[in-house]
């Protein structure tokens, strides 16, 4: 029996183990898969000794104060509880600011580590690559630009391509999305994704609403739709209600695949979401706030000027971004209408995702499974 540990955080997390975890029953049948997990990874039969959200934080700033004990609480238990009943592998699933540490200090125990998604050590933070090197013992990467800077240290790593490139059709399934939505052909649709966590939702979506509202009296035709993550209906409400009240918004629960492949353009939050939207092969304008105090702590890390995915991959600023005071509702709802307006321009970008999607593709789930099996000597 293969007994492998896991740490998933967030919704996105969730996701990538998910699928992570197809590929592991594919090779071990009798897997026993156990840890921090959310419901994607109860689905494919994984025990979760804790929820994933019991690690989502946004920022740095007083809920992370305020939490700060209750999550170093956790990791504390969580390691005692790997090291006196040890698995084969512990696989940690981004949320690096939790995952690192407990990772040293199980790999100093002699447990193997890997560590699925890399950190951003190319676009901020590049000092921590001397923690990733006491941590783990191989490096699972979703771009394939990462494992040379992790062989240059001496860190085993392989691309393994992003297994939403494996999932998401390369021809988005435009007018069945349309269908299931309940929109119709030729209504020009925008897609609202102001972030899955309560942070996000608390400091982005005020400003996303209210382009919302501007759009709307612009253009009346126009038709958006707002994808929820589970458990936010509640916070986004009341928020519709201030904001945009009359414009003709769609709250959805889940279905933020269904938006993307529906929409003309979509208005995101920073994120994994972004990427999601580049292989939708939509057009976007990535925006993105957080607390003032977030916000000069991690101005100073950057070491790239893009921090969208479809950007820091293209190596160009192909979609725009806006950033902290720059994501005004003006701002944003100009943007929206510069892709509305210009199709050639939405032409092009959507090339470039398409090129995009080419690259990312691998058969992850498998190429994670062999990865993970030569860690722990498995055949």
Same mark, same amino acid.
């Given at each position: ?24 029953? #594919?090779?071990?049948?009798? @897997?026993? &898969? /156990? +840890? ?11 025990? $979760? =000794? ?50 690192? #540490?407990?990772?040293?200090? @199980?790999? &100093? /125990? +002699? ?11 190319? $676009? =901020? ?55 299931? @939505?309940?929109? /119709? ?73 269904? /938006? ?120």
């Amino acid at each position: 029996m293969t007994r492998i540990a896991m740490v998933a955080g967030e919704a996105s997390g969730d996701l990538l183990a998910a699928l992570m975890l197809g590929g592991l029953k #594919g090779r071990w049948p009798d @897997l026993q &898969a /156990a +840890g921090i997990g959310g419901p994607r990874m109860a689905a494919e039969g994984f025990e $979760a =000794w804790w929820p994933s959200d019991k690690l989502a934080v946004h920022g740095f700033n007083l809920e992370l104060v305020r939490r700060f004990r209750e999550i170093w609480t956790i990791r504390e238990r969580l390691g005692d509880r790997l090291l006196a009943d040890r698995p084969d592998v512990f696989v940690g699933v981004d949320a690096p600011d939790f995952n690192l #540490g407990l990772e040293a200090r @199980l790999k &100093a /125990a +002699g447990v193997r580590t890997v560590h699925f998604v890399s950190p951003s050590i190319w $676009a =901020w933070r590049g000092g921590r690559i001397n923690k990733i090197h006491r941590s783990v013992d191989h490096m699972l990467c979703l771009f394939p630009f990462e494992p040379e800077l992790y062989h240059a240290k001496g860190i085993g790593a392989t691309f393994v391509g992003h297994p939403l490139a494996d999932t998401i059709p390369m021809t988005p399934p435009r007018e069945a999305a349309r269908a299931r @939505l309940a929109v /119709a052909e030729g209504t020009p649709l925008v897609a609202v994704l102001p972030g899955s966590r309560r942070g996000e939702i608390r400091y982005i979506a005020p400003a996303f609403l209210d382009a919302v509202a501007l759009l709307a009296r612009q253009r009346p035709d126009l038709r958006f739709v707002l994808p929820m993550a589970p458990g936010l209906r509640g916070m986004i409400e009341p928020l519709v209600q201030v904001h945009c009240p009359d414009a003709p918004l769609t709250l959805l629960d889940g279905q933020s695949h269904d /938006a993307l492949a529906a929409c003309d353009v979509t208005l995101i939050a920073s994120g994994t979401a972004t990427l999601e939207a580049a292989l939708f092969k939509r057009p976007m304008v990535i925006g993105y706030r957080i607390s003032t105090l977030s916000w000069h702590i991690m101005r100073h890390m950057g070491y790239l000027p893009w921090v969208g995915l479809p950007n820091i991959l293209a190596r160009d600023f192909v979609v725009p971004e806006r950033l902290q005071d720059a994501a005004e509702p003006a701002q944003l709802a100009r943007d929206v209408l510069d892709w509305l307006d210009n199709p050639a321009r939405g032409e092009a970008v959507q090339q470039r995702f398409i090129e995009l999607h080419h690259s990312l593709r691998r058969d992850t789930a498998r190429a994670a499974t062999d990865a993970i099996a030569q860690v722990i000597g498995a055949r």
